[in-house]
């Protein structure tokens, strides 16, 4: 339902709106970063249309892709939530069993010479997005197991797409296919194009992304985009207090360092108790210093850190360099600068110290270095390397402001 997506206030009354005044297109692109509610919003929007009335009983009442419509639909995702309640399949919607809602998504071969299909993976798919709503491909590859496979959106789930979308509907009268990830469509997703742009009546593609530049153009063109913004850190805040029981002051300084990610605020919960600023502190003492011993050490304990909590490192490192910006531009003290109800104690005295040292554009240099680390470990690089790498840049930037190529 709409009231289980965090934030995006303004998206929910546009979807809503979108039906209510007959300006819905038939394939929809929900395109967001991961944690911003992409999934979870298109979930919702899905289970709505798959309740609207069944207008083919009545041809003159018209259909819902244009025509004349003349049941009053809710105007407001609120309204929109509690006439979904009073529906008599909302409990197979909010189930995810609905039949005439089909979904989609990455998988990987069960057992070698398998030809994988989004349904031999349903009922870990209702299980993930029950538990993991705002979680990532990465996530959900883990979640069935597939180590380090790549999943993908193959050639026979476009044909099962295809299959599925043809058969007439069995209760709504409108079918919803919701694919996650068109990303994984390889030139296979090409199968789908005719159907896409002339699908059968009242059917409704929702494709959700979150890196528009991986999905071919050719189905781009055939989606009108529903655009998802970032979630604001006072609803992340909201989200910890009301959904992980976090307390008022942790939640506010998770979600200040999410960078608008529910997603990567569950995982700085998972890793509070991590202690990332004294392994910062270490790291740049021996960088400053220029102390190789003790930039080997730190690094060699970086390296052990693990994918996931090194990204959590170098995302902690990013917000410190942020706070510090803020600091600085604002100018004053802390709380002349409004600073204090946001930021925690330590963090105020760490962006204080990092501006005795570093000027606006060395700082910028700094986070700019971190976010491509942060890509390089994401994608497996040698960590020992990178940080090593990483290491003689932040020293050339702190000592010389520059950026130099390692």
């Given at each position: 339902m709409f009231r289980d997506v965090i934030g995006q206030q303004e998206v929910k009354q546009h979807l809503v709106e979108m039906v209510a005044q007959n300006r819905l297109s038939h394939a929809?692109?929900?395109?967001?970063?991961?944690?911003?509610?992409?999934?979870?919003?298109?979930?919702?929007?899905?289970?709505?249309?798959?309740?609207?009335?069944?207008?083919?009983?009545?041809?003159?009442?018209?259909?819902?892709?244009?025509?004349?419509?003349?049941?009053?639909?809710?105007?407001?995702?609120?309204?929109?939530?509690?006439?979904?309640?009073?529906?008599?399949?909302?409990?197979?919607?909010?189930?995810?069993?609905?039949p005439d809602i089909h979904f989609s998504y990455p998988v990987i071969p069960k057992k070698s010479g398998d030809k994988p299909v989004s349904t031999d993976y349903i009922t870990e798919w209702r299980d993930f997005v029950k538990q993991s709503p705002y979680g990532n491909v990465y996530d959900w590859l883990q979640f069935i197991g597939a180590e380090n496979k790549q999943g993908n959106i193959t050639a026979y789930e476009c044909n099962e797409i295809i299959r599925k979308l043809n058969l007439k509907s069995f209760e709504s009268g409108y079918k919803v296919l919701l694919m996650w990830m068109p990303e994984y469509l390889g030139k296979e997703?090409?199968?789908?194009?005719?159907?896409?742009?002339?699908?059968?009546?009242?059917?409704?593609?929702?494709?959700?992304?979150?890196?528009?530049?991986?999905?071919?153009n050719t189905i781009l063109s055939r989606t009108q985009l529903i655009k998802v913004p970032a979630l604001?850190?006072?609803?992340?805040?909201?989200?910890?207090?009301?959904?992980?029981?976090?307390?008022?002051?942790?939640?506010?300084?998770?979600?200040?360092?999410?960078?608008?990610?529910?997603?990567?605020?569950?995982?700085?919960?998972?890793?509070?108790?991590?202690?990332?600023?004294?392994?910062?502190?270490?790291?740049?003492?021996?960088?400053?210093?220029?102390?190789?011993?003790?930039?080997?050490?730190?690094?060699?304990?970086?390296?052990?850190?693990?994918?996931?909590?090194?990204?959590?490192?170098?995302?902690?490192?990013?917000?410190?360099?942020?706070?510090?910006?803020?600091?600085?531009?604002?100018?004053?003290?802390?709380?002349?600068?409004?600073?204090?109800?946001?930021?925690?104690?330590?963090?105020?005295?760490?962006?204080?110290?990092?501006?005795?040292v570093l000027h606006a554009g060395q700082k910028e240099a700094v986070a700019t270095e971190l976010d491509a680390a942060a890509y390089h470990v994401e994608r497996n690089a040698n960590a020992k390397i990178l940080f090593h790498a990483v290491t003689i840049k932040l020293f050339h930037i702190i000592k010389n402001g520059v950026v130099v190529s390692v």
């Open positions: 929809l692109l929900f395109l967001g970063k991961e944690g911003s509610g992409a999934l979870p919003l298109a979930l919702a929007f899905a289970e709505y249309v798959a309740l609207l009335p069944n207008k083919k009983a009545d041809p003159s009442a018209g259909g819902m892709f244009g025509e004349a419509v003349e049941v009053k639909l809710p105007g407001t995702p609120e309204a929109a939530d509690a006439w979904m309640e009073g529906q008599d399949a909302f409990a197979k919607a909010a189930g995810l069993v609905h997703g090409n199968k789908l194009l005719k159907l896409i742009e002339e699908p059968p009546a009242d059917t409704l593609f929702l494709l959700v992304a979150e890196n528009e530049g991986a999905i071919l604001e850190p006072a609803d992340i805040e909201a989200a910890l207090v009301a959904r992980a029981r976090v307390d008022a002051n942790t939640a506010r300084t998770l979600a200040n360092a999410s960078g608008g990610s529910y997603r990567e605020a569950l995982h700085l919960l998972q890793h509070a108790d991590e202690d990332f600023g004294t392994l910062l502190k270490e790291w740049l003492g021996a960088t400053i210093r220029y102390n190789p011993s003790a930039q080997l050490k730190v690094i060699e304990e970086l390296a052990r850190l693990g994918r996931e909590k090194q990204k959590q490192f170098l995302r902690y490192f990013s917000h410190l360099i942020e706070q510090a910006l803020r600091l600085e531009v604002l100018g004053g003290t802390p709380a002349e600068a409004g600073l204090t109800a946001t930021f925690s104690p330590t963090e105020l005295d760490f962006a204080q110290r990092l501006n005795k």
